[in-house]
């Protein structure tokens, strides 16, 4: 399964089907919906953007990674545009003989999305500033990403 940048809804019962067999007992899934706040401020909407063709291609190597690692099949979904509270960001699916092997391939596959994948956020805040957070930002020692520009921690 293919990644996908997607400018419209993810539809996480079309990637489910699409990594789905008669052979693959345990799916295991991701879903990341937008959020009203971070680092203590109040969140008005999202704006996802990628340099696509790189972006298509590094989500692609890490499916294939995970499904070299798990007997599993895997697809991701990820949203580009303007995103509202609520709205579905990102979505992975992984399919396999059992629950473990699910789980272990779709938790890769959202790690490593998160930090190798070139997909940048824009978030609107209420008091009207804007942040562009990179989340292919260097780790801090707790695992979390730090924003390069403003150092805040995600």
């Known amino acids: 399964m ?11 019962g079309r990637l489910v089907e699409a990594v789905s067999a008669p052979d693959r007992g345990g799916v295991a899934t991701f879903l990341g919906l937008v959020r009203n706040h ?11 953007s990628a340099y696509e063709p790189m972006a298509e291609a ?15 099949r895997a697809g991701l979904a990820h949203r ?14 992984a399919a396999g003989p059992h629950r473990a092997e699910a789980f272990d391939a779709c938790r ?11 997909i940048w956020k824009k978030e609107h805040y209420a008091d009207g500033s804007v942040l562009w957070v990179d989340p292919t930002a260097a780790k801090s020692a707790s695992g979390n990403a730090v924003d390069r520009v ?5």
């Open 2 to 12: 293919a990644s996908l940048l997607t400018r419209t809804p993810i539809d996480l």
């Open 38 to 48: 971070h680092g203590g401020r109040q969140v008005l909407r999202l704006e996802y």
């Open 58 to 72: 590094e989500a692609a190597r890490i499916i294939a990674e995970a499904e070299s690692r798990w007997p599993v």
């Open 80 to 93: 580009l545009g303007e995103l509202a509270i609520g709205d579905a960001a990102v979505a992975v699916a």
């Open 108 to 118: 890769y596959v959202i790690e490593e999305l998160k930090v190798r994948v070139p």
């Open 150 to 154: 403003s150092g805040a921690v995600r």
